[in-house]
């Protein structure tokens, strides 16, 4: 475990607080998104999207910002074990609920993605979907996420530049956004401006991070969003959705 990043600012506390309260207050809807996302066509989508990066054999996987446990889930199925954390304790209620009704037995911690408290070369992979444009640390994260990683361990970290998107995203008529009430969007659209990494070109600007830290592979894959996000349904977003593969 690191412990680089010093003690937080009353900058850095209010931003996670406001982060914190935006996730928790969502935490209802967004499970019901999840909920319906494990039965649907993406599932099985993402399943095959994951399945060519990760080993065909059981292996122990870190889950960052797992919210309501989607791919915590979806990897449990495949025989791995699974740790899922997340800050927002709402979403940590949600998922242990919703992994329990689907029949998932995962250990689901409440824990900042920017400060693990899990041992060096812990973990296999590590996975995250969405994160990193919502954290006020993103270089100090991909630092935590190597350093639990064993050695030859892969990182898959799916993000978009949604800052960028968001007032495309809710001219669609069918989007992951649609029954957000006007509250919520306006308090997510405060945390892209409050945060730095939502003015990075991305995501050229995190493989340039990840190279400082010398990983044996560091590839990034554009095409992620089309493949999944092919057709607008109630899961659509507009915003590329991209992978970074690291193998440390």
Not at 17 to 26: G, L, T
Not at 31 to 43: A, F, I, N, Q, V
Not at 135 to 163: M, S, T
């Amino acid at each position: 475990m690191l412990h680089t990043l010093k003690d937080l600012t009353s900058i850095d506390k209010t931003r996670k607080e406001y982060i914190i309260s935006y996730w928790n207050e969502r935490a209802e809807g967004f499970t019901t998104l999840r909920s319906h996302e494990l039965h649907s066509e993406k599932y099985y989508l993402w399943k095959d999207e994951i399945i060519k990066h990760i080993p065909d054999h059981p292996v122990r996987i870190l889950d960052v910002g797992c919210g309501a446990g989607f791919f915590s889930m979806l990897l449990a199925s495949m025989g791995h074990t699974v740790v899922g954390i997340d800050m927002s304790s709402n979403m940590i209620k949600a998922a242990h609920k919703l992994a329990n009704s689907e029949g998932y037995k995962i250990d689901f911690q409440l824990m900042d993605a920017e400060r693990l408290l899990f041992d060096n070369n812990f973990f296999d992979v590590v996975i995250a979907r969405n994160v990193t444009w919502n954290l006020p640390h993103p270089c100090h994260a991909y630092q935590e996420w190597l350093h639990v990683l064993k050695r030859n361990g892969i990182l898959l970290n799916y993000d978009a530049n949604y800052a960028k998107n968001h007032v495309t995203q809710l001219s669609v008529k069918s989007h992951a956004h649609k029954d957000i009430s006007p509250t919520l969007l306006a308090k997510c659209q405060s945390i892209y401006e409050m945060l730095p990494i939502s003015h990075y070109t991305r995501p050229d600007w995190d493989k340039e991070i990840l190279e400082q830290y010398h990983p044996q592979q560091c590839i990034v894959d554009t095409t992620v969003g089309s493949r999944i996000y092919e057709i607008e349904d109630e899961f659509y977003i507009t915003a590329p959705m991209f992978c970074i593969k690291a193998i440390k």
